[in-house]
């Protein structure tokens, strides 16, 4: 039967001392975890809890708790370092276990990590779909030109075609160009030497070259002296991408510190300004750009941060 997810919230960490409700002579430090166990089913009448000093199962006999629905403080002792639950119906029935929690990471929030950023892959398809600010999938061009290559092996062949409720055209092989940003309609037919048609063909789709933009300004007015801007830790810096086409895929960053190589390219995090300063006692050279979904990359835009030595 497969049941026993729950949602658990409310948790924080304390330290304390307990005696266990198992048969034990003296006192053992334990950690106490409150959170709340909210079924989600009617038929859910308890829960049960294993703790784990490790998560290899097999190699150790767990100790078992037994909770009802709603707030719990869970008291774990000394040594155990992972836990896991699962529900109960009526008639004892129970559900599959939760995955492994690790007491000390639990209720935590993990700090986030920037990751370098792979090259962006060269997209092989001639349309790919990506869905547009309503949800909606919208075809994109993933080149300027567009060859209408016929799969008929026939020689006399004729290509009918028109852009945009234009006048036909008539070719054998048309090579078309889509330099301009825009919505397309691009309809044609191909009919052999006794005029029989395959039937029209329709493509839509939107054509976008140009990257994103970003613009950079600093949080709090920074102190300016004859063209120089001064900032200390406290001015964040605010950046702000904007894109027309098929929207912002991310905004990234690279360094490089003093006289060190510049580093891979990193996702930029409302973090990442202090961890660049806070990294580096030396000049820092800060390159930012921003990528679109379809891959157009911005030209970077470099700030160059020169540190000032303080005073003795």
């Not at 993990?110 to 997209?123: M, N």
């Amino acid at each position: 039967m497969n049941f026993g997810f729950l949602r658990i919230k409310s948790t924080r960490i304390r330290i304390l001392l307990f005696f266990l409700c198992f048969t034990c002579h003296f006192q053992l430090q334990a950690k106490q975890i409150q959170f709340s166990l909210v079924p989600d089913r009617e038929d859910i009448i308890q829960y049960e809890i294993e703790l784990w000093k490790t998560e290899e199962l097999g190699e150790e006999i767990p100790f078992r708790v037994l909770a009802n629905p709603g707030p719990i403080s869970l008291f774990i002792p000394d040594g155990y370092e992972f836990f896991r639950i699962r529900a109960i119906a009526k008639r004892k029935v129970r559900g599959f276990w939760t995955e492994m929690y690790k007491v000390a990471l639990f209720g935590k929030k993990p700090k986030p990590i920037t990751k370098p950023i792979a090259k962006i892959p060269v997209k092989t398809d001639v349309l790919v779909p990506i869905e547009s600010r309503e949800g909606k999938p919208e075809l994109f061009l993933t080149t300027n030109q567009i060859t209408i290559v016929p799969t008929s092996v026939e020689k006399k062949i004729r290509i009918q075609y028109r852009i945009n409720g234009g006048p036909w055209q008539s070719t054998t092989s048309p090579l078309l160009n889509f330099s301009k940003d825009g919505n397309y309609r691009l309809e044609y037919k191909v009919t052999n030497e006794l005029g029989i048609s395959d039937g029209m063909q329709v493509w839509e789709f939107k054509v976008d070259t140009k990257p994103p933009i970003t613009t950079i300004s600093f949080l709090d007015p920074p102190f300016q002296k004859k063209g120089t801007t001064f900032i200390s830790s406290k001015n964040g810096l605010l950046l702000h991408s904007s894109d027309e086409g098929s929207g912002l895929s991310n905004i990234r960053y690279r360094t490089s510190c003093g006289d060190d190589q510049v580093s891979d390219y990193n996702v930029w995090l409302e973090s990442s300004w202090m961890e660049i300063l806070s990294g580096c006692d030396k000049n820092i050279l800060l390159e930012i750009s921003a990528v679109d979904r379809l891959g157009n990359e911005e030209v970077p835009k470099q700030i160059i941060i020169q540190t000032q030595k303080k005073a003795k």
